[in-house]
Nanobody, 125 residues
Framework: QVQLVESGGGLVQAGGSLRLSCVAS????????MGWFRQAPGKEREFVAAIRWSGGSTYYADSLKGRFTISRDNAKNTVHLVMNSLKPEDTAVYYC??????????????????WGQGTQVTVSS
């Protein structure tokens, strides 16, 4: 089992920045990929970014490239998401997720076995 705990959410004005963190514990040796997803009220959960635990390859939702950056610290079993130039439409609960098997598909929720509890990000206009 892998446990994921997110932190770093909060209220920020449009144009501001936030850094989310996700700490993994438990059987972290089983992690292949870590991802961030978000879910706004009344909407489906959508892919934000992902990073391979080994090698560090990164993947982003096309609409977020250039504003969001995902990174990892393997020694601390932590993945970060830096969000810049935030917009009100970025308001959502942000979830950290972990894949326990290698797959080419990282941008959908289905392959992810482990999920954090989510952290709220609110961007005011």
């Amino acid at each position: 089992q892998v446990q994921l705990v997110e932190s770093g959410g909060g209220l920020v004005q449009a144009g501001g920045s936030l850094r989310l963190s996700c700490v993994a514990s438990g059987r972290t040796s089983s992690i292949y990929t870590m991802g961030w997803f978000r879910q706004a009220p009344g909407k489906e959960r959508e892919f934000v970014a992902a990073i391979r635990w080994s090698g560090g390859s990164t993947y982003y939702a096309d609409s977020l490239k250039g504003r969001f950056t995902i990174s990892r610290d393997n020694a601390k079993n932590t993945v970060h998401l830096v969000m810049n130039s935030l917009k009100p439409e970025d308001t959502a609960v942000y979830y950290c997720a972990a894949l326990s098997a290698y797959t080419l598909v990282v941008a959908t929720t289905t392959p992810y076995k482990y999920w954090g509890q989510g952290t709220q990000v609110t961007v005011s206009s």
